[in-house]
Nanobody, 121 residues
Framework: EVQLVESGGGLVHTGGSLRLSCAAS????????IGWFRQAPGKEREGVAY???????TYYADSVKGRFTISSDNTNTVYLQMNSLKPEDTAKYYC???????????????WGQGTQVTVSS
């Protein structure tokens, strides 16, 4: 059974930090790019960051560059370190996987259930 399980969300003040985790199982992790996405109420889903299947290439949305860092380890887990959080980062954060290469608009193969991040002003 394919699973992507997010954790690490919560409530923080502006300027605070959180680290999200995405634990993957049930598929060949090394063959998939993994991305983090977020969606706030009334807004479209936004791609935040992704890491390619080799783990060597990363991408960040302009809105999070310099503040967020995506990484992975050999436990089939992808992390999103979020620093200098702002109220506009408030959203539900999802991880998703796609075989091969991620590019904007690609159909993602697997999705997690999401974890809520709330940043208070």
């Amino acid at each position: 059974e394919v699973q992507l399980v997010e954790s690490g969300g919560g409530l923080v003040h502006t300027g605070g930090s959180l680290r999200l985790s995405c634990a993957a199982s049930g598929f060949s992790f090394d063959d998939y790019a993994i991305g983090w996405f977020r969606q706030a109420p009334g807004k479209e889903r936004e791609g935040v960051a992704y890491i390619d299947a080799s783990g060597s290439g990363t991408y960040y949305a302009d809105s999070v560059k310099g503040r967020f860092t995506i990484s992975s380890d050999n436990t089939n887990t992808v992390y999103l370190q979020m620093n200098s959080l702002k109220p506009e980062d408030t959203a539900k954060y999802y991880c998703a996987a796609v075989w091969g290469t991620y590019y904007p608009g690609v159909d993602l193969d697997y999705w997690g259930q999401g974890t809520q991040v709330t940043v208070s002003s």
